[in-house]
């Protein structure tokens, strides 16, 4: 055998982008022979982030660049880096997104494009983006909107960015794709050939990894080491690697083999080489399907439908046909097909060649149909298929792209040649058990059945008899799987009968033309939209503010130069920290044992609660076992790696206590955090008295995740001096983070600098949490001496933060018939978790709020924050409101559905006019609640959209559609609270402003960059106010160095406090120039300030903004809680389908009173963003929780947040005409939290079209829907013959999976 140790890792591919040269990244590299391309680039490259590390999130995007053997071309492809082991990139090239433009050289008008289009705002994710669509044109120079749309399935999140429904691509633009775009650098063709005869070996600490040149030298290899894995893509074995801590001493990679890539079209069927990638699997299918008769084709089309909606592009380019078949994951979609379609898998090992039959026997891991330990695939047969052939594929998903099925499903029928006597049938599912299965037995005895509706019964019952699904299967949603097994089966009988229909028309009935809706799926189509916003004419040219001026940082966005935490160059010294955390809900700790982690190479020391010098947490978190996921102690080391593993071999052993879950226990247990809120107005006993009816409901709201692209990161930095200390995080609170480091070091504020450039997302999930991670890594520099950075990984950061607060309502309502609410008494609980965090300030906001847009002349509203052993829920935008906000619409829904008037009628009638006051007796002026809510009557054409929805759903009886509009009066800024301990609460704040001697200007202030915009707008304050062009101002950090004691950066009011700020210290600034400015009025910018500098004036100015009292005395019920009141109206309408519960968003118009915007692209896209995180709250979004307390869903491949596929096709945003807001700064509104209530307009679209369908069918039209609205509920509450069927568990006879703790 040719073998041959290769030089440093590093040299062994080159790359486009340069690597640069971090001490750690080599460190890294030498001790993981076999770690992946992230690793890699985290320290020396900053454009390629790393989000997840498991394939989900899109952020690490990078191409691809490799020379096929077989095509003999250079073919490119997308590629996310976590999963792409180095060893795997002999001979490739790697382009990063260095390496397609930056601000140095040239950007890229793919770079530019999605800058200047708004397409960025916190710009983790943004790279990615750049590099998906940089793939994309390197392969297709002309792509079709549908390319774009697709190329972006990869799992970038549309709640933080901006590529929206605006309908244009920015490549259409003056400019197109520009001839610039860089080609490969270096002779691969050249390089590939030189290498094929040489096999490869690469030997790492702990792996050995073998890439051979021929399928002989494989097969010896295979019977060498029969255990081997035999990795092309790695997004199975890498997976279990990563996530399963499964170790493979020897690793065998057959890529260069091309026996392997073969594509032969036989006279049986194509011939496809295992290691064909799936994308180029598709590709092939989609050239037989337009070249080969149709009849011949039915399972590449099957196949087809299924890659459409499997994973994103960059997962289907590295995954391969033959590692697909092997791992077998049970909701794997392609392996049904295959089965059903009768492939042949052809073997070839050291004792020859054989086939054997990819039957659902092999799918189970049947032994004796199983490939053999030294046997590799080398190619698969799939059949044409036949004219009597029917085939069929389904899945569902809880997001239509990128996600796992849930169930997915292949079926086939084989008629009696021009009959419909069936001859034999094949229905397989996956998402049922542990491996796919198979209908088997149900099949036979169809056998010989005709076609047609008794079959189809027998048939469902066949299924459900013989397929089990246990009542406590891991993925719970049983009676939903249950359902889609015939739901599948049901849309297969149809399929078919259409099928023979088209075949013999004369033969067969019409389908009837109701139940054609149950054919076909939703597509996903690039979303339109339309902006629409005012500019003051009356304005200056050179005046900034009002217009959409791109983000500061949007061009380094898309470059990958914007640095966030992680990116910031390694420190000499610097250690890496990893936590031991509790695995246990509620336990008394018995020991902690250190000893073994301790002889882990590279671990430095472990830091316990006794190395905190000073005090340890506030007093609301004490470091004691009430959840999973609560840090214990901490493990120091040279490298990430070393720490982690470090922190595994920490033994905890616990004494387990009883712990609390759900808010219901609590209730029980009399569990809470803080006393009962509550506000009252009129009288309640009288309303209830005098209404015509009463009704009574419950609702339950799930928790959400932040999901913000950058985990939780922090880096200290001791300087080695008077215990001062550089901290550097991605937190929203700059002083907090300040002030718990002193204390827990027991030290000055003013020896510690807090240190923020921008963060990568944070939602109010970086409120409070950065700071504990700021004092553990602290405490660990003061121990060590060092620097130490701790970066949270993905799912950690998910276990740990904790979410929006779970909600659950009770409601009393009295009303008229005529659809007047006279009373309504209301009960709130939240689960708060572990510790109080900013749980009260979340409960009073669900009780202050909880009017929403109506006046209730009787209301009591109480709220209480319940304690159980969760993760400790914190703040998410929109503090509640959201989920006070959907109960409220969903008990004036409830008064509709009573009424049977239209719902749009009786939120009409109650609304609030003109001026008027909350229950806690604040006055405000509905008047633009008004305006909203007609302006978008008209622009949604609401009336004549629900007329057609209703047309529609009398033709479809499978597929109904559904409409609603929802008012929205949301506030900004916070009452006294957590944060303001005072009897008042002011949302103070501080800039700092200096002018330099040659006239440029530096901002500085307390506000935090979260992707929100609050710099670019504080750019376009400062050019205002001192009348210089933005081109002068510079905003470099928010630092606690120059604005000391700075507020949270939250609330929708971070721009406005901090602008009012700015714009005092540039009017200070400016009045001090006025005389100089009077002397030479014709002069310049840079004479002015030499002339000032001349005459000893301070180009130095701090402004203040005192803040907007607000204050709420609950004793009383009353106070003036918030500065101002933002309303908004959105319209959505979607269809459902009632059998798989699977929805598209159609459209959705937004009426927003925004006021005067400072810059209307950054509030648009916040409104957008908002939405769009809505629609994931109200939706789609779940968080899992097992019944002892442990969350489950802890990374993109079990918590789906929506894609670009959730975007409603068609998305319009007006701002309100004519309207001011005289309170904040250039009458402008905060529009940060606003747009997430509105996406609760989809929530109620979809319950709309629910209620058409149970009108339909008689059901009771009252029926409960809870958040959020998944696929699951819509097709369980769409209830018919098939639900009815299914068989049921009886609660409390089984243990379930996961349990409600909402
Ligand atoms: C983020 C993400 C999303 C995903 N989404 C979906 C989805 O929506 N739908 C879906 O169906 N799947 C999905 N998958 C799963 C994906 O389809 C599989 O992981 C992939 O097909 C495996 O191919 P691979 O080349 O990466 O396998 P590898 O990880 O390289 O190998 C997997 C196994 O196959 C064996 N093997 C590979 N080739 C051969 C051969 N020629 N002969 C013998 N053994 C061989 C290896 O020994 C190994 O045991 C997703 C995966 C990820 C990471
Ligand atoms: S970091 Fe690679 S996909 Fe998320």
């Not at 009787?858 to 959907?886: D, Y």
Request: glycine content about 8%; proline content about 5%.
């Amino acid at each position: 055998m040719n073998t041959e140790n290769c030089p440093p890792l590093l040299n062994t591919s080159q790359m486009t982008g340069d690597l640069g040269g971090g001490n750690a990244n080599k460190r890294e590299m030498e001790n993981q022979a076999f770690s992946s391309l992230t690793t890699s680039f985290a320290v020396c490259l900053t454009g390629t982030k790393k989000g997840c590390g498991i394939g989900g999130c899109g952020a690490c995007t990078v191409m691809i660049s490799t020379y096929d053997p077989v095509s003999k071309k250079i073919l490119h492809y997308p590629a996310n880096s976590c999963l792409l082991p180095i060893c795997s990139l002999h001979g490739t090239a790697v382009t990063t997104v260095e390496g397609v433009g930056s601000t140095k050289t040239r950007i890229h008008p793919i770079q530019e494009r999605l800058a200047k289009c708004h397409g960025s705002q916190c710009g983790f994710c943004t790279p990615g983006m750049v590099m998906s669509m940089y793939a994309l044109l390197r392969n297709h120079p002309e792509p079709s909107m549908e390319q774009i749309t697709a190329a972006l399935d990869g799992g970038f999140e549309p709640t933080c960015c901006q590529l929206r429904g605006t309908g244009q691509c920015c490549l259409d633009q003056e400019g197109g794709v520009s001839s610039s775009t860089k080609s490969v650098l270096f002779p691969l063709q050249r390089m590939a050939q030189e290498q094929q005869g040489r096999t490869l070996v690469f030997q790492g600490e702990r792996t050995m990894w073998i890439s051979p040149a021929s399928l002989r030298e494989l097969l010896e290899l295979k019977t060498k080491y029969p255990k081997a894995p035999v990795v092309v893509g790695n997004t199975s074995v890498g997976l279990d690697m990563k996530i399963g801590g499964v170790h493979h001493p020897v690793i065998l990679h057959p890529d260069r083999i091309s026996e392997l890539r073969i594509v032969n079209n036989t006279n049986n069927g194509l011939v496809i080489g295992a290691a064909c990638r799936l994308a180029q699997l598709r590709d092939i299918l989609m050239k037989a399907v337009s070249g080969l008769p149709e009849e011949k084709t039915k399972i590449f089309c099957a196949l087809l439908q299924q890659l459409r909606t499997l994973a994103g592009e960059q997962i289907r380019s590295l995954a391969s046909l033959g590692g697909h078949i092997v791992s077998r994951g049970s909701t794997w979609d392609l392996n049904p097909v295959l089965a059903v379609g009768n492939s042949v898998l052809n073997l070839t090992s050291t004792d020859g060649k054989r086939q054997i039959p990819l039957t659902d026997d092999f799918l189970s891991g049947c032994k004796n149909a199983d490939i053999k330990p030294n046997e590799i695939i080398v190619s698969v047969l799939i059949p044409y298929s036949k004219k009597d052939d029917f085939v069929s594929a389904f899945r569902q998903a809880e997001r239509r792209k990128n996600a796992l099925s849930i169930v997915n499903s292949a079926m086939r029928v084989l008629f009696k040649p021009g009959t419909n006597v069936i001859m034999d049938l094949n229905i397989l599912y996956g998402g049922i058990g542990s491996t796919t299965v198979s209908a088997r037995k149900s099949c036979q005895k169809l056998v010989g059945r005709q076609w047609n509706e008794h079959m189809l019964g027998e048939a469902c019952r066949l299924v459900l008899g013989e397929i089990f699904l246990s009542p406590s299967a891991p993925g719970g949603k049983v009676e939903y799987r249950r359902a889609l097994l015939v739901s599948f089966l049901f849309k297969f009988y149809l399929q078919v009968l259409h099928g023979l229909k088209i075949l013999d028309p004369s033969k067969y009935p019409d389908l009837p033309k109701k139940y054609m809706s149950a054919l076909g799926n939703f597509e996903c189509r690039p979303p339109q939209g339309r902006q629409v916003y005012q500019v003051n004419p009356e304005q200056p040219p050179q005046d900034p503010v009002g217009h959409p001026i791109m983000h500061q940082s949007g061009v380094k966005h898309a470059t990958g130069e914007a640095v966030y935490c992680d990116d910031m160059h390694p420190i000499d010294g610097e250690l890496s920290l990893a936590v031991v955390k509790s695995s246990k809900a509620h336990a008394k700790i018995v020991s902690i044992d250190a000893s073994e982690a301790f002889k882990v190479p590279g671990v430095v020391d472990v830091v316990t609660a006794s190395d905190v010098p000073g005090e340890n947490g506030t007093k609301n978190e004490k470091a004691f076992v009430i959840c999973v996921g609560q840090i214990i102690c901490a493990v120091v080391a040279e490298s990430d790696i070393q720490a982690k593993r470090g922190a595994e071999k920490v033994k905890i052993q616990y004494e387990e206590l009883e712990p609390i879950l759900t808010i219901e226990d609590a209730i029980k247990h009399n569990s809470y955090i803080g006393k009962e809120k509550k506000v009252e107005k009129g009288n309640i006993e009288k309303g209830f008295n005098s209404a015509d009816e009463i009704i009574e409901g419950e609702m339950h709201i799930g928790g959400q995740e932040h999901f913000y692209l950058e985990p939780n990161s922090v880096l200290v930095v001791p300087r080695g001096e008077d215990n001062e200390m550089d901290v550097y995080s991605s937190t929203q609170y700059s002083s907090n983070v300040q002030e718990l480091v002193a204390s827990a070091l027991d030290i000055q504020s003013n020896k510690i600098m807090c240190h923020i450039k921008r963060v990568g997302g944070a939602f109010g999930g970086k409120i409070t949490k950065p700071s504990y991670f700021a004092v553990i890594a602290a405490v660990a520099a003061n121990k060590t001496g060092r620097p130490v950075r701790f970066i949270l990984e993905r799912h950690d950061d998910m276990l740990i933060v904790g979410n929006r607060h779970p909600f659950f309502g009770k409601y009393k309502v009295g009303f008229m018939n005529d659809g007047r609410i006279v009373a309504a008494d209301i009960q709130a609980y939240i689960n708060a978790g572990c510790t109080p965090d900013e749980s009260e300030m979340v409960i009073e906001f669900i009780v202050l709020k909880m009017d929403n847009a109506y006046k209730i002349p009787n209301f009591r509203v109480r709220g209480r924050a319940c304690k159980t052993h969760l993760p400790s829920n914190t703040a998410f935008r929109g503090f509640g409101f959201p989920q006070s906000g959907l109960f409220a619409e969903t008990w004036v829904t409830a008064v509709a559905t009573q009424t049977g008037l239209p719902p749009e009628q009786v939120r009409d009638m109650n609304m609030y006019e003109g001026l008027n006051v909350t229950p806690f007796k604040e006055q405000f002026d509905a008047t633009n609640l008004r305006k909203c809510w007609t302006e978008c009557l008209e622009k949604s054409e609401y009336y004549s959209r629900k007329t057609a929805a209703e047309e529609f759903n009398k033709q479809n009886y499978w597929k109904k559609k559904g409409i609603a509009i929802i008012p929205m009066k949301f506030t900004a800024g916070f009452n006294k609270t957590f944060y303001h301990q005072g009897q008042w609460t002011k949302h103070q704040a501080a800039a700092l402003v200096h002018i330099y001697k040659d006239g440029s200007v530096l901002v500085t202030h307390g506000g935090v960059e979260l992707g929100q915009g609050i710099h670019t707008k504080m750019l376009q304050v400062a050019s205002r106010e001192l009348k210089v062009p933005l081109s002068y101002i510079h905003l470099c950090e928010t630092s606690t160095t120059t604005v000391p004691n700075a507020l949270i950066t939250a609330g929708s009011v971070g721009s406005e406090t901090n602008g009012k700020a700015v714009q005092d210290a540039c009017q200070i600034l400016r009045k001090r120039l006025e005389p100089i400015i009077q002397k030479n009025p014709e002069g310049k910018w840079e004479d002015w300030i030499k002339e000032a500098f001349q005459e000893s004036i301070s180009l130095s100015a701090t402004g203040y903004f005192k803040g907007y009292v607000t204050y709420m005395n609950w004793e009383k019920e009353e106070g003036h809680a918030f500065p101002y009141f933002i309303f908004g109206v959105a319209c959505s309408e979607v269809e459902i389908d009632c059998l798989t519960g699977d929805h598209q968003n159609i459209r959705t118009d937004i009426v927003m009173d925004a006021c005067f915007s400072i810059n209307p692209a950054v509030d648009i896209g916040q409104i957008e963003g908002g939405f769009i995180q809505g629609v994931g709250l109200f939706t789609m979004e779940e968080i899992k929780v097992s019944p002892e307390g442990k969350q489950y869903t802890l990374g993109p491949d079990t918590y789906k947040i929506p894609a670009v596929c959730d975007i409603p096709e068609q998305f319009n945003v007006y701002f309100l005409p004519n309207t001011r807001n005289p309170i904040a700064i250039y009458s402008s509104k905060g529009m940060g939290e606003a747009g997430v209530f509105l996406g609760s307009s989809v929530f109620f679209a979809i319950r709309d079209a629910i209620a058409s369908v149970r009108k339909e069918r008689g059901l009771p039209e009252n029926f409960t829907l809870n958040s959020p609205l998944t696929t699951e509920q819509i097709r369980m509450v769409c209830a018919d013959d098939f639900t009815e069927m299914i068989p049921r568990d009886k609660p409390g006879t089984y243990k379930p999976w996961d349990i409600e703790v909402a």
